[in-house]
């Protein structure tokens, strides 16, 4: 229902994570866009600072890595013996014990939710089958989220240009001529054609 709540998609992804975390007791949640020849980019999270956004993990790095090589959901209860503890960013380094899901938001693998513990928690098969439910929820939520943004864009947007179209044009001019009423400062608009281009 949370994940329904909004069609913005970067609201969507932070309640992702923020659900991902209060349905798992996980500390750090983060999800990954990418694939396994370009490898991953944090898009969302939870529990690490803001700047991690858009770290980039190379598509067979730590438990991310396995779930793309895979397909499937993976955990490990212990990061260090494992080989997945991040030598890249300080942010990953207190995690003890974690796990991971695709995200098929376009029928193939396109991403990743991880979840990691600082605490050691003990994780267990349905630890990761409640995570790969709850990322098939978030595929559909993130999948309406991007169509809703490029339907909401292609009602804005002349398809041959890419420049606003008439609509969204006086509702932009309203909006800066209700902006200028309001301040001191000076207004000005300037049409101009370039090269018989209306033409």
Same mark, same amino acid.
């Given at each position: 229902k949370a994940l329904g709540e909004s069609l913005d998609p970067k609201r969507v992804l932070n309640t992702l994570c923020a659900e +991902?975390?209060?349905a798992t007791g996980g500390e750090i949640v983060v999800v990954y866009f %990418?694939?396994?020849? =370009? %490898?991953l980019d944090a898009v969302a999270a939870h529990g690490v600072p803001e700047e991690f956004i858009g770290h980039h993990r190379g598509p067979d790095e730590g438990l991310c890595g396995r779930v793309i090589a895979t397909g499937r959901a993976q955990f490990s209860n212990d990061y260090v013996a494992d080989g997945?503890?991040?030598g890249s960013t300080a942010a990953l380094d207190g995690i003890r $014990?974690?796990?991971? +899901? @695709?995200?098929r938001r376009r029928g193939g693998l396109d991403g990743v939710i991880s979840v990691g513990f600082l605490d050691g928690r003990w994780v267990t098969d349905d630890d990761?089958?409640? &995570?790969a439910a709850f990322s098939e &929820?978030?595929?559909v939520a993130c999948r309406n989220a991007d169509d809703h943004a490029a339907a909401k864009r292609a009602a804005s947007r002349d398809a041959l240009t890419g420049c606003l179209n008439h609509a969204a044009f006086q509702g932009r001019l309203r909006a800066e001529v209700a902006r200028a009423d309001r %301040? $001191? %400062? @000076? *207004?000005t608009?300037?049409?101009?054609?370039? =090269?018989? *281009?209306? $033409?």
């Amino acid at each position: 229902k949370a994940l329904g709540e909004s069609l913005d998609p970067k609201r969507v992804l932070n309640t992702l994570c923020a659900e +991902a975390s209060y349905a798992t007791g996980g500390e750090i949640v983060v999800v990954y866009f %990418g694939d396994g020849r =370009e %490898g991953l980019d944090a898009v969302a999270a939870h529990g690490v600072p803001e700047e991690f956004i858009g770290h980039h993990r190379g598509p067979d790095e730590g438990l991310c890595g396995r779930v793309i090589a895979t397909g499937r959901a993976q955990f490990s209860n212990d990061y260090v013996a494992d080989g997945l503890a991040s030598g890249s960013t300080a942010a990953l380094d207190g995690i003890r $014990s974690g796990m991971a +899901a @695709p995200l098929r938001r376009r029928g193939g693998l396109d991403g990743v939710i991880s979840v990691g513990f600082l605490d050691g928690r003990w994780v267990t098969d349905d630890d990761t089958e409640l &995570l790969a439910a709850f990322s098939e &929820l978030a595929s559909v939520a993130c999948r309406n989220a991007d169509d809703h943004a490029a339907a909401k864009r292609a009602a804005s947007r002349d398809a041959l240009t890419g420049c606003l179209n008439h609509a969204a044009f006086q509702g932009r001019l309203r909006a800066e001529v209700a902006r200028a009423d309001r %301040g $001191s %400062g @000076p *207004f000005t608009l300037v049409l101009l054609d370039l =090269e018989d *281009f209306k $033409s």
